[in-house]
C-alpha cells in the first residue's frame, strides 16, 4: 500500500473561496507601522514653551481696577492686533509672545485710554509686567 501525501494549500491563497487575503496583509502590515511610528520619540512633546509672557493690570489714578477695559497689544512687525477684556481684579496676560518683535500695549475703557507702551524685542525677561492708567475723571 502506497500512502498518498496530502498536498497543503497555502493559508493566504487568492482564490473565489478566500477574497480578503491581500487586504489582510495590507492591515497588518499598516499595523506594524502604526506601532513602529508611535514608538518612536517625539521632539513635540519635550520642548518647553518658547516666547515670553506679558501681563499687569489696568488701575485708575486711585489704585483702583478698571474692571471691562480692553487692553490692546499691536505686533509692530505684522500690524495684528489681540485684545484682552479685563476682570474683576484688573489683570490682563498675553502668553507666548515672540522674542524678536516688538509690541505696543495700550487700555481703553468708555473712551479713555491710557499712555502706548512698548514692549522691545531687546527686553530678555520672559515675562514682563506692565501697569497701564487710565484717568477716569
Known sequence: MTRKKRKRKPKMVISPK???????????AALLIVQIAAAMPSDSKEKPAT?????????????????NSVVYLSNTR?????????????????????????Y???????????????????DDRKQVNIVLRIDLK
Open 18 to 28: 478566500n477574497p480578503g487575503a491581500p487586504l489582510v496583509r495590507v492591515v497588518m
Open 78 to 102: 505684522t500690524h495684528a492686533v489681540t485684545s484682552y477684556i479685563v476682570g474683576p481684579e484688573g489683570t490682563y496676560q498675553f502668553p507666548q509672545l515672540s522674542p524678536n518683535v516688538d
Open 51 to 67: 516666547g515670553r509672557m506679558l501681563t499687569g493690570k489696568v488701575l485708575d489714578k486711585h489704585d483702583k481696577p478698571v474692571v
Open 104 to 122: 505696543e500695549v495700550y487700555a481703553q475703557y468708555q473712551g479713555r485710554k491710557s499712555d502706548t507702551k512698548t514692549v522691545s524685542q531687546f
